[in-house]
């Protein structure tokens, strides 16, 4: 109520009745169109993304497939193939044959070398039965010498065999031999003890002595002149080592003198081996003529 008509005052009322509705219906308008970014209704521009195509598999591809792992550190190397360098063994190594020329291990061949006696010896090692190999010069006039086991240093620890834990046995590897043929005997010492312990083979200790059997007459022996000195070897523990003797077939003569160096005329022989502390063995072979 005022000075003016009541028809102002109405219209007044009526124009901001309008708006305030115009204001609600902006406000209502906003909150149901523009309001919630990602609704179900809304829907992506045209062009904004490009549908997914299926891939269609190609080809089996035919021929062997690999199926194993490629290879590694942890890759097993094939059964009886020598591994590389490296050590886990550094080498990693399958079984590997040994080559001719030194003992083997019980019977399986080992690698190893050959030595030539001097003055006329051979030292060729071939023989099987023990761990290791090692070769001796031979002496003058006569053998070469080989051991099963692997010689120790003179300044070795290992203690000595006590005799009566090892048993000695002495064979020829042939019982006859013809022209060619360089006669073998082999020293196999058996340690029944439950120590390692050493012997030595040298020539001066482990004395092979040659005679003839007609008239045991003196042919060669291992100090009669020779080449080298100690030769210990080593026998393991409830194992064995073989030493074996090679004789080119010459004569000799004790410290060296004459007469030495003659060919052994076809006959029938025996061969001695006598060891400090232990009992003499000995063996009988032939030389044929032919």
């Not at 051979?122 to 051991?147: F, K, L, M, V």
Request: hydrophobic residues 30%.
């Amino acid at each position: 109520m005022g000075p003016l008509p009541s028809t102002i005052y109405w219209r007044r009322r009526a124009v901001l009745f309008c708006l305030l509705a115009v204001v609600a219906a902006l406000v209502v308008w906003a909150l149901t169109s523009g309001g919630g970014g990602g609704g179900k209704g809304r829907s992506a521009p045209t062009g904004s993304h490009t549908p997914i195509t299926s891939i269609t598999p190609g080809p089996a591809p035919s021929g062997t497939h690999i199926s194993g792992r490629p290879g590694g550190r942890d890759t097993a190397p094939p059964s009886g193939a020598s591994g590389g360098s490296g050590t886990d063994g550094g080498t990693s190594s399958g079984s590997t044959s040994g080559s001719s020329g030194s003992s083997g291990t019980a019977g399986s061949p080992g690698s190893g070398g050959s030595t030539a006696g001097t003055d006329g010896g051979t030292g060729t090692a071939s023989d099987a039965g023990a761990t290791g190999g090692s070769s001796s010069g031979g002496t003058q006039g006569g053998i070469g010498g080989t051991s099963g086991a692997a010689p120790l240093p003179a300044d070795s620890t290992v203690p000595t065999c006590d005799p009566s834990r090892i048993q000695l046995t002495l064979t020829s590897v042939s019982n006859a031999y013809s022209p060619g043929q360089t006669p073998a005997f082999q020293l196999r010492a058996a340690n029944s003890g439950g120590q390692t312990c050493k012997i030595d083979f040298g020539p001066r200790s482990a004395v092979f002595t040659i005679t003839a059997t007609s008239d045991n007459h003196h042919v060669w022996a291992s100090d009669d002149c020779p080449a080298t000195g100690s030769d210990q070897l080593q026998i393991p523990a409830h194992s064995s080592a073989t030493f074996t003797e090679r004789w080119n077939e010459k004569t000799s003569s004790p410290k060296c003198a004459s007469p030495k160096g003659a060919q052994a005329s076809p006959a029938t022989y025996l061969v001695q081996v006598r060891l400090p502390g232990y009992q003499a063995k000995q063996v009988s072979f032939v030389l044929s003529a032919d």
